[in-house]
């Protein structure tokens, strides 16, 4: 009896209820053979009869032989084309996604075995080929399952099969624009993109994972294929919060702004500036950043969004760093005025943690935003350096008394004094309504002279006023 005619034999018995642990063990023989896969995979009979004994255990619960049938599949449709054809054709992944997508299975098992089979049988069945990608895609966008049991469905799966079902998505994403496209024009595709980004979340502590990493790489591929706001729009705005989900989103748009392989246009970088600007920072963090300072808030929502105001505003000091068109739209922006008004009531309403004061002040509470007056400052100092335009409506909008009373110690705020004073240096460079307004402000004692002398200006009286110079460098040194 051939090889083919043995295997549809067993497989006939499996369907019939009739499979002993010697037929099971002839299955598995079979799988682990490289000439017996090479017939029988490329048999439609085979396929034939793999995908009705399936079906039927299935519909039996037989979980065990389901798991056999599983593994002999995917080790078959490692022959390549043929076998991924075949099983197509005899509707392979409809009977893998009814086992997959069983609901009362997940429910009435207390560890989940089928979901990372399942899941290898469909990696498997469209690895390296782009029809058979596509096909495999579409079919699972299309399953016929209210999104609420598809979504329970990933939920319930086991860790271990979150590799081959990342390799699955990512494998069909990662590399087809079109596919990733697709995946937020179904409901099912935006609910799956959306577990796996919040799976991220579970995975960071262990970054040198092959999980992080294929989330990291679906994420930025998603980014790569300028799916920003597709994304974005999965989960609905609220005015008062950011969704754990919108969050992660900001990581993955750190992420593939400053880790990508390719070299990214820097109108695509002047994009996201533009958007993290307007969707985060002025509709959400910085409102309700007030907000929470003057009612002295401590609810959950404050960690997300002073995470929020740190990861967005360090990601756009580094782009206003290196990428001039992102810092053209930073300095057009009402960016810099919200800033100066945001750090107002920061200095407002918070008070200043030094050694002198330790006594008095326990840690930093939640609502007192630890870090967020250095984050300000250090962006200041980069989008106004250079810009006379800048200097002046950071002046006008009462901006240079409130950078000059960062330049002190605050514990909450490290180094908040050094880029103060860097601050304070790029907003005087050149502006003489600048230098003559700090000038006033020492004259009334209101400016420490040494702030002054470390941001290289110094004061001097002419006609009877008290004016600020640049001091002359001693050396050539200096001057660098």
């Known amino acids: 009896m051939s090889a083919v005619d043995q295997c549809c034999q067993i497989l006939s018995a499996v369907r019939a209820g009739k499979a002993t642990a010697q037929s099971l063990d002839e299955l598995r023989a079979f799988r682990l053979n490289a000439v017996f896969r090479s017939e029988l995979g490329t048999s439609a009979e085979v396929w034939r009869a793999i995908v009705r004994a399936l079906e039927t255990v299935t519909h039996r619960a ?54 990372t089979p399942c899941l290898q049988v469909l990696v498997n069945l469209c690895a390296r080929s782009e029809v058979q990608k596509s096909f495999v895609w579409t079919s699972l966008m299309r399953i016929d399952l209210t999104d609420d049991h598809f979504g329970q469905c990933l939920r319930y799966m086991s860790p271990d099969s979150y590799v081959p079902l990342l390799v699955l998505i990512g494998g069909c994403v990662n590399v087809y624009a079109q596919l990733a496209a697709e995946m937020f024009t179904y409901k099912k595709g935006r609910v799956v993109f959306r577990f796996i980004m919040l799976l991220s979340d579970d995975w960071y502590e262990h970054e040198d994972s092959e999980v992080f990493g294929l989330i990291c790489s679906l994420g930025t591929g998603v980014l790569g294929h300028g799916l920003l706001q597709q994304a974005y729009d999965i989960e609905p705005e609220q005015d008062d919060d950011i969704a754990r989900y919108h969050l992660v989103l900001v990581k993955f748009v750190d992420v593939y702004v400053f880790r990508s392989d390719d070299a990214i246009e820097p109108e695509v970088l002047r994009s996201y500036a533009e958007f993290l600007v307007e969707r985060f920072l002025l509709r959400v963090c910085f409102p309700q950043s007030s907000r929470i300072m003057q009612e002295r808030l401590a ?182």
Do not use: W
């Not at 197509?88 to 997508?101: I, R």
């Not at 760093?321 to 992102?326: I, K, P, Q, V, W």
């Not at 943690?353 to 006594?359: D, E």
């Open 62 to 115: 037989e979980e065990k032989v389901a798991i056999e049938l599983l593994l002999l599949s995917r080790n078959l449709l490692a022959c390549g084309a043929a076998a991924q054809l075949l099983a197509s054709t005899e509707q392979l992944q409809k009977a893998v996604y009814d086992l997959l997508f069983d609901l009362e299975y997940y429910k009435s098992t207390p560890r989940d075995t089928v979901s």
């Open 299 to 480: 609810d959950e929502r404050v960690e997300r969004i002073s995470t929020c105001n740190l990861l967005v505003m360090e990601l756009l000091a580094n782009l206003a760093g290196s990428d001039e068109a992102t810092l053209g739209y930073l300095q057009e922006s009402a960016l810099v005025e919200e800033l100066i008004r945001l750090l107002a009531e920061a200095d407002r309403l918070v008070p200043k943690h030094t050694l002198k004061n330790a006594a008095s002040h326990s840690e930093a509470k939640p609502y007192e935003f630890p870090l967020l007056k250095q984050h300000i400052v250090r962006l200041l100092s980069l989008v106004t350096e250079g810009s006379r335009a800048l200097q002046d409506r950071v002046r006008a909008c009462g901006g240079l008394a409130v950078v000059l009373s960062q330049c002190n110690i605050d514990d909450n705020n490290p180094y908040i004094r050094e880029f103060a004073i860097l601050c304070v240096r790029n907003l005087l460079a050149g502006n003489a309504a600048n230098q003559d307004f700090v000038a006033r402000l020492e004259a009334k004692q209101a400016v420490q002279s040494s702030v002054l002398e470390e941001a290289g200006y110094e004061t001097e009286i002419v006609d009877g006023r008290v004016a600020v110079k640049r001091i002359a460098p001693s050396s050539p040194l200096e001057e660098l």
